[in-house]
T-cell receptor, first 116, second 113 residues
C-alpha cells in the first residue's frame, strides 16, 4: 500500500472563504479520488482527480464549488470554495496504487473542516 | 447507477460472539467488494475484499461471502474482541470496468466485554 498524507489535518474557517486541501502520496499511483464524509455519515465520492486533465465530478458536485488539481501522479488538491456551515465535513483523498487492474483503494488520514 | 444497502445500522455483541453484517448491491456488473473499518477519528482501513470470481474469502477471524445471484455479500467476524468495536462500511465497485466505489451507510459495531 501507499503512504498518504493530507494537509491540513483540520481547520476552522469562516463562511464565504475557501480552503485548499493537499493530498500527497509517497509513490506514483494510477487513480486518486476525493470523498466527503459528513458527521456520522458514510463516504460520498466527490470526484476522480485525473492527472493532466479536468477532474470527473459525481452527481451533485460541481467544479466551481470543488475545484481539483492533479499536476502529477503523486499529488492532488481539493479546494472547498465559498464555504458555508453545510460544508463542515471530513474530506478524504484515496488512491489506487500499483499496476493497471488494481482495484484496492487506500485512504488518506482526512481533513476535518468546520465552517462557522 | 449502483446502490449499496447495509444492515444492521448498529450491532451490539458480547465479547467472543460472532458478528455478521450484510450488504446488497444493485449493479450486476459490479465485480469487487471491499470492507473498511473506521475507528473514531481515524481513516477507513481496508480489512478484507472479495472479487466476483470467488464465493468466500477468509483472513483469520474475518471472512466475507459473496452471492452474485442474489447480489449480496456479508462480513463475518468470529470471536469478537473489544478492539473490533468500530464503524464498518461495505462498498461495491461501480460497473464492470469501473473504478468508483459506492459505499453502504455503515454499521456501528459495539463489542461488550
Amino acid at each position: 500500500s501507499a503512504v498518504i498524507s493530507q494537509k491540513p489535518s483540520r481547520d476552522i474557517c469562516q463562511r464565504g472563504t475557501s480552503l485548499t486541501i493537499q493530498c500527497q502520496v509517497d509513490s506514483q499511483v494510477t487513480m486518486m479520488f476525493w470523498y466527503r464524509q459528513q458527521p456520522g455519515q458514510s463516504l460520498t465520492l466527490i470526484a476522480t482527480a485525473n492527472q493532466g486533465s479536468e477532474a470527473t465530478y459525481e452527481s451533485g458536485f460541481v467544479i466551481d464549488k470543488f475545484p481539483i488539481s492533479r499536476p502529477n501522479l503523486t499529488f492532488s488538491t481539493l479546494t472547498v470554495s465559498n464555504m458555508s456551515p453545510e460544508d463542515s465535513s471530513i474530506y478524504l483523498c484515496s488512491v489506487v496504487p500499483g499496476t493497471r487492474g488494481e482495484k484496492t483503494q487506500y485512504f488518506g488520514p482526512g481533513t476535518r473542516l468546520l465552517v462557522l | 447507477g449502483e446502490n449499496v444497502e447495509q444492515h444492521p445500522s448498529t450491532l451490539s455483541v458480547q465479547e467472543g460472539d460472532s458478528a455478521v453484517i450484510k450488504c446488497t448491491y444493485s449493479d450486476s456488473a459490479s465485480n469487487y467488494f471491499p470492507w473498511y473499518k473506521q475507528e473514531l477519528g481515524k481513516r477507513p482501513q481496508l480489512i478484507i475484499d472479495i472479487r466476483s470470481n470467488v464465493g468466500e474469502k477468509k483472513d483469520q477471524r474475518i471472512a466475507v461471502t459473496l452471492n452474485k445471484t442474489a447480489k449480496h455479500f456479508s462480513l463475518h467476524i468470529t470471536e469478537t474482541q473489544p478492539e473490533d468495536s468500530a464503524v464498518y462500511f461495505c462498498a461495491a465497485l461501480k460497473g464492470e470496468y469501473g473504478n468508483k466505489l459506492v459505499f453502504g451507510a455503515g454499521t456501528i459495531l459495539r463489542v461488550k466485554s
